[in-house]
């Protein structure tokens, strides 16, 4: 079952959005408000545990900011989907900047809307065109201005193989593909962009146009993959 919090200003979106998930098969809409102050509230008195998924506005009528409310949110131990309008893309890089698992937008069908919520909440990148869109639009949101060698371990250890497989295929030791990996997470905290999980990296990776680079690396075996 998978737990679902609404935060949006207008009651009208919150309703259909209720009445969606209510006859979606293992959703539960635990919370739906106005703000994150009422969400987190309602967290501590009713001391529930974090939604799994939270469906979030991107402008709320409080006066509260998308960064603040993304990092409020996933800080209280949920992932976070920007449910908005797709003409501020500006402000939806700064969601997914904050960490925001992706974008969908209002003018979706419902059926997409429930598909985001099940990827996010399965722990998978979200990548539909809102996401691609907003990202597109500036490059330096994307340039963690990384090395030749931390693309090359980034591509490869985003693509599934274990650090070890990738040290192999590079040619280097383990020591050093764990130090590149290191040092490509501590660059994207400088621009912004944190990366604490593997499927973190995962969304890096695709934002930078890094798995798509070729390469004369074959595509990681079922027996790599398993190692």
């Known amino acids: 079952?998978?737990?679902?919090?609404?935060?949006?200003?207008?009651?009208?979106?919150?309703?259909?959005?209720?009445?969606?998930?209510?006859?979606?098969?293992?959703?539960?809409?635990?919370?739906?408000?106005?703000?994150?102050?009422?969400?987190?509230?309602?967290?501590?008195?009713?001391?529930?545990?974090?939604?799994?998924?939270v469906l979030l506005d991107l402008t709320l009528g409080d006066g509260t900011t998308a960064t603040e409310n993304v990092l409020n949110l996933i800080g209280d131990g949920s992932s976070v989907i920007i449910h908005s309008v797709a003409d501020r893309p500006a402000a939806v890089r700064e969601a997914l900047a904050a960490g925001a698992a992706g974008v969908?937008?209002?003018?979706?069908?419902?059926?997409?809307?429930?598909?985001?919520?099940r990827t996010v909440s399965r722990g998978e990148p979200l990548n539909n065109v809102e996401w691609a869109s907003a990202v597109e639009g500036d490059r330096e949101f994307a340039d963690a201005q990384l090395s030749a060698r931390e693309r090359d371990v980034l591509r490869l250890y985003a693509a599934g193989l274990p650090l070890k497989i990738v040290a192999d295929r590079l040619g280097v030791a383990y020591s050093t593909a764990k130090e590149n990996i290191t040092r490509v997470r501590v660059k994207y905290v400088e621009v912004g962009r944190p990366a604490p999980t593997k499927v973190d990296l995962l969304r890096r990776a695709m934002e930078d146009g890094i798995l798509a680079e070729t390469s004369a690396d074959a595509p990681p075996s079922d027996s790599e993959r398993s190692k």
Not at 16 to 33: H, I, K, Q, R
Not at 37 to 47: A, I, N
Not at 104 to 117: G, Y
């Open 1 to 53: 079952m998978t737990r679902v919090a609404l935060i949006d200003d207008h009651e009208s979106v919150r309703l259909g959005l209720e009445a969606a998930c209510a006859n979606a098969p293992a959703t539960d809409v635990v919370f739906s408000g106005s703000t994150v102050t009422e969400y987190l509230g309602w967290r501590s008195r009713s001391r529930a545990s974090p939604a799994d998924v």
């Open 104 to 117: 969908v937008s209002k003018s979706a069908r419902i059926d997409d809307v429930l598909s985001a919520v």
